[in-house]
């Protein structure tokens, strides 16, 4: 007896689950991925191109044409300026008086952001702790750092005064003469670089402010379980911690104390007798008012690779110490 096989109909659920021809065949698949990817970059270019565009004509574009006109002499009064090559980065490097503005710039750059990174660590800390109107107080800390240099330097100036500011009156209290701040090459620089971390420890505190409170309390009490001390656990597990932040400001900090300049025009116009011209001082003293544009070029292309190499390097030694969690 033979049975013959008869073939189901198909049912709705025999019908859902059926496999679906593909709309495409195998062949064209590759094109249309890559349309795809075409339209991606289309519209990636169609975003980024203005940015880039202002990027190039605001940034790339002034560097290039300071880079040409170093390796002219132009006093911006004649019609065009006149190549002399690289004299003009011979004359400042062998001239005595620009080395001088070289040294006192790494004395201000390294005495401004090595006691603001370490006061502002320190306020951070001490603001963390608990302490009472801890919001208040961060806000008092940071307000110098939104005041424009020009107030900052009037109020300074004040306070600096020999015969009717605080500084006198403090000096009096041990029967001592204020000293001259800003009128002394011995006092000059000395007076801004208080005033310079004045203004920006407040931006540095909280900063690191932030960056305490975001800490994993996890390991903070796996610490404290251990017995670790606070010098331990600072040393060993929040400094570390902190290193990305801290990597961030010491870059941020480098930047910004090379480029000061509101506080020096202000206070002290790069005197007395050059004891406060930095190198973005002397930048503009010998463009804006030696009129040598040439040797003005060369001294911000020199300020220029400094920077490049100070942050490279930062980059390349700094930031192999940095824990990122």
């Given at each position: 007896?033979?049975?013959?096989?008869?073939?189901?109909?198909?049912t709705?659920?025999?019908?859902?689950?059926?496999?679906?021809?593909?709309?495409?065949?195998?062949?064209?698949?590759?094109?249309?991925?890559?349309?795809?990817?075409?339209?991606?970059?289309?519209?990636?270019?169609?975003?980024?191109?203005?940015?880039l565009?202002?990027?190039?004509?605001?940034?790339?574009?002034?560097?290039?044409?300071?880079?040409?006109?170093?390796l002219?002499?132009?006093?911006?009064?004649?019609?065009?300026?006149?190549?002399?090559?690289?004299?003009?980065?011979?004359?400042?490097?062998?001239?005595?008086?620009?080395?001088?503005?070289?040294?006192?710039?790494?004395?201000?750059?390294?005495?401004?952001?090595?006691?603001?990174l370490?006061?502002?660590?320190?306020?951070?800390?001490?603001?963390?702790?608990?302490?009472?109107?801890?919001s208040?107080?961060?806000?008092?800390?940071?307000?110098?750092?939104?005041?424009?240099?020009?107030?900052?330097?009037?109020?300074?100036?004040?306070?600096?005064?020999?015969n009717?500011?605080?500084?006198r009156?403090?000096f009096?209290?041990f029967g001592?003469?204020?000293?001259?701040?800003?009128?002394?090459?011995?006092?000059?620089?000395?007076?801004?670089?208080?005033?310079?971390?004045?203004?920006?420890?407040?931006?540095?505190?909280?900063?690191?402010?932030?960056?305490?409170?975001?800490?994993?309390?996890?390991?903070?009490?796996?610490?404290?379980?251990?017995?670790?001390?606070?010098?331990?656990t600072?040393?060993?597990i929040?400094?570390?911690?902190?290193?990305?932040?801290?990597?961030?400001?010491?870059?941020?900090?480098?930047?910004?104390?090379?480029?000061?300049?509101?506080?020096?025009?202000?206070?002290?116009?790069?005197?007395?007798?050059?004891?406060?011209?930095?190198?973005?001082?002397?930048?503009?003293?010998?463009?804006?008012?030696?009129?040598?544009?040439?040797?003005?070029?060369?001294?911000?292309?020199?300020?220029?690779?400094?920077?490049?190499?100070?942050?490279?390097?930062?980059m390349?030694?700094?930031?192999?110490?940095?824990?990122?969690?």
């Amino acid at each position: 007896m033979s049975v013959t096989a008869q073939r189901a109909p198909d049912t709705p659920l025999r019908a859902a689950v059926a496999p679906v021809a593909p709309a495409t065949s195998p062949a064209r698949r590759p094109e249309r991925a890559r349309a795809l990817k075409r339209r991606e970059y289309l519209l990636f270019a169609l975003f980024a191109f203005p940015n880039l565009a202002l990027i190039v004509v605001f940034a790339y574009w002034p560097v290039l044409g300071n880079a040409a006109l170093s390796l002219t002499r132009w006093d911006m009064i004649a019609p065009s300026p006149t190549f002399v090559g690289l004299d003009n980065y011979v004359t400042l490097l062998s001239d005595p008086s620009f080395l001088r503005v070289l040294r006192i710039t790494a004395i201000w750059v390294l005495a401004v952001v090595g006691i603001s990174l370490t006061g502002g660590l320190a306020l951070a800390l001490l603001f963390a702790s608990g302490t009472r109107g801890r919001s208040a107080v961060s806000a008092l800390a940071f307000s110098p750092h939104i005041l424009s240099g020009a107030a900052v330097a009037a109020i300074w100036l004040f306070l600096f005064d020999p015969n009717y500011g605080l500084s006198r009156i403090l000096f009096d209290t041990f029967g001592l003469d204020s000293p001259h701040w800003t009128t002394s090459s011995g006092w000059a620089l000395p007076a801004l670089i208080i005033v310079a971390i004045w203004k920006g420890v407040g931006f540095v505190a909280i900063v690191y402010l932030a960056a305490i409170l975001a800490l994993p309390r996890d390991v903070m009490e796996a610490a404290r379980l251990d017995g670790a001390s606070r010098w331990q656990t600072f040393r060993h597990i929040t400094l570390p911690l902190l290193s990305p932040t801290t990597f961030f400001l010491l870059v941020t900090q480098v930047i910004g104390a090379f480029q000061s300049f509101d506080l020096i025009a202000m206070m002290t116009g790069g005197g007395p007798a050059g004891a406060t011209t930095t190198l973005s001082w002397f930048i503009y003293n010998e463009g804006f008012r030696q009129f040598k544009a040439g040797s003005a070029a060369a001294g911000a292309m020199i300020m220029f690779v400094l920077l490049m190499v100070v942050t490279v390097l930062q980059m390349r030694f700094v930031e192999k110490k940095v824990h990122y969690r």
